[in-house]
């Protein structure tokens, strides 16, 4: 039992005893005490002076006085206001590390099995384009999001949604079909996605000439951009498309397979996997039968050009668009057949959506659609919000092909931790084969962590270099923590001095290691908290703190060399905690943590 769980019980004791009170779960709030204060635990006493008509401090003294007669583990307690901050037993500690910090689901919840999925979408690909750095954050935002969830005893359902149609798809296809002379994955060299995107920016460099020549014979920019005989060409393909043309169906599976086959490469080599893959071609008119069908009982308007609204004036919105006067569906109309069928499916608790902050006026929209559609459960859409990556050269553009992929970003830390790895001599004993296997675990490393450590409604800028830097808060300084203590533990079990089962809990560690210790017996707060923010983040800065601490106590505290017995034996079995903890939140993290670096 933690001692969260103890003194409520402790406390709910006390009120009943002496106040014949019963306080709800809600009202005992007991948080780690803030840095600047003395103590370990607060308990928060200002719901409790109804009922004792006590000033706040009054109440804090008789609370703190039965805590220390009832709880053996409380030392002592002081009193600020309303806050009531105890200091625990060293025994409190030891007690801890040996019955709880090394066991393998420290921190995690057990999942409910009954309980309704969460349902995660993230990815959301376009199959015109190979995935980008954009696309990075986004996978890796929530393949982690999702691990933390299950964590915390949630069953958790990753999904996909490829947009896989559409008038960018058309342009893609039609550059193709135009300059591609008959061009494939194979006879060119390329990753399919690559080939696909290369004709997406041709098509685009295309564009841009035609509506120049129309604006140089007199034609107004705006009305050129509309009359560029390219843009008519790919809309009209849309439509044939929507009208399964045979031609048209048999180019858009042909490209979208060789986009396919370069995004499972991609996914595969950033660790990122889905429970189910959805298609916009498989969902869009499902949506398009629900809104029609919306237009006849008058939910929903439609115009003199035959195109389909929805009034969201009441709701502090506008009007919104759900099927052009072509008749040709929208991204909130398909989002609205992709929402029904995956509640059909699994019948979700909440379905999150990791999609960047720019759409998020589309699923503010797409909520309110689907509530005026009559879904009961449209207020569980929820839409976890990011903020945008740059580069330090600026923004990337994905028609004038000035993203960059990521599949050559991989390849750029690969390199990147290869080469500071020999500058620095950290793989020098090693083989080839391992040394291989050890960088790219130190560049996937890198990447994750510099990305994940950031708030996700944060732009943030990415620089590789400075992200594989052995020092600082970055992967590889925690990969390197967590090989060092292998390292030390390997040596004890060489020496025949293994971790032993219990502790001697009469001693009293040093201030450094009970700062330490304490750090450990956070981690179930910690991702309990991250699971709540869904915040990737929270974990990350969490393990860079207890990777420095470590860091600092390895320095200055001998382990194998140290002569009293108890001491060395306490410092193994806290080494083994840390590493237990790094390995567990560095996997929610997406992240392996190599035995040796």
């Not at 019963?22 to 600047?36: A, F, G, H, L």
């Not at 490209?255 to 991609?266: A, D, I, P, R, S």
């Not at 020999?422 to 090693?430: H, N, P, R, V």
Request: some cysteine; hydrophobic content about 40%; charged content about 25%.
């Amino acid at each position: 039992m933690t001692f969260e769980i103890e003194v409520s019980a402790v406390l709910k004791d006390f009120l009943s005893e002496n106040y014949n009170f019963q306080p709800d779960d809600n009202s005992i709030q007991v948080q780690k005490t803030r840095k600047e204060f003395k103590g370990d635990f607060t308990l928060v006493v200002f719901p409790f002076v109804k009922a004792t008509r006590k000033s706040p401090e009054q109440t804090a003294l008789e609370i703190g006085g039965y805590l220390k007669e009832k709880m053996p583990v409380v030392h002592s307690f002081n009193i600020i206001k309303g806050f009531l901050n105890i200091s625990l037993q060293s025994s409190y500690w030891l007690g801890f590390l040996d019955d709880h910090a090394v066991q393998p689901d420290f921190g995690r919840r057990q999942p409910d099995s009954d309980s309704r999925p969460v349902l995660v979408e993230f990815s959301s690909p376009n199959t015109n384009k190979p995935l980008h750095l954009g696309h990075i954050r986004n996978n890796l935002l929530g393949e982690s999001i999702s691990r933390i969830l299950a964590a915390n005893g949630h069953r958790v359902v990753k999904v996909n949604l490829v947009n896989d149609r559409g008038i960018h798809i058309c342009k893609s296809m039609l550059a193709w079909q135009k300059w591609g002379n008959g061009e494939t994955p194979a006879s060119s060299g390329k990753k399919g996605d690559h080939l696909v995107g290369d004709y997406y920016v041709l098509f685009e460099k295309q564009y841009r000439s035609q509506i120049e020549d129309l604006i140089n014979r007199g034609t107004d920019p705006e009305q050129a951009r509309h009359q560029a005989p390219l843009l008519k060409e790919a809309q009209e393909m849309l439509i044939q498309w929507e009208k399964n043309d045979p031609v048209v169906m048999e180019l858009w599976n042909m490209m979208n397979n060789w986009v396919y086959e370069g995004f499972n490469l991609t996914y595969s080599a950033l660790g990122v996997s889905f429970d189910k893959i959805y298609h916009e071609s498989e969902t869009y008119l499902l949506g398009k039968e629900k809104v029609l069908s919306a237009v006849d009982s008058g939910l929903l308007t439609r115009e003199e050009d035959n195109s389909v609204w929805v009034d969201l004036t009441n709701d502090g919105l506008d009007r919104k668009i759900l099927l052009r006067s072509d008749g040709t569906s929208v991204y909130i109309t398909q989002d609205i057949g992709t929402a029904i069928l995956r509640h059909h499916d699994f019948n979700p608790s909440r379905m999150l959506y990791v999609v960047g902050n720019e759409q998020e006026y589309h699923f503010r929209v797409l909520e309110l659609v689907m509530k005026k559609l009559g879904y009961e459960w449209a207020g569980k859409i929820h839409h976890i919000s990011y903020g945008m990556v740059e580069l330090p050269q600026g923004k990337m553009k994905s028609r004038e092909g000035t993203v960059v992929d990521a599949d050559n970003l991989l390849q750029e830390m690969f390199d990147t931790a290869r080469q500071m790895s020999a500058e620095l001599g950290k793989l020098g004993d090693f083989e080839e084969k391992e040394k291989e296997r050890i960088i790219r675990t130190i560049g996937l490393g890198a990447l994750k962590y510099f990305i994940l450590k950031v708030d996700p409604k944060k732009n943030m800028l990415f620089n590789p270099a400075e992200s594989i830097d052995f020092n600082g808060n970055t992967g590889p300084f925690i990969q390197y923590t967590y090989a060092r203590i292998q390292s030390v533990l390997a040596k004890a079990l060489e020496a025949k001095n293994p971790v032993p089962e219990n502790l001697n809990r009469n001693l009293v560690p040093h201030e450094k290691e009970a700062i330490l210790v304490k750090l450990v017996h956070d981690y179930p707060s910690v991702l309990a908290e991250a699971g709540e923010a869904l915040s990737p983040a929270l974990i990350a800065n969490y393990l860079y703190d207890m990777a420095r601490e470590y860091n600092q106590f390895y320095h200055d505290f001998p382990m194998l060399r140290e002569s009293d017995n108890n001491k060395r034996i306490f410092r193994l079995k806290l080494s083994r905690a840390v590493a237990g903890v790094i390995k567990d939140g560095m996997e929610l993290l997406g992240i392996e943590v190599p035995p040796r670096m």
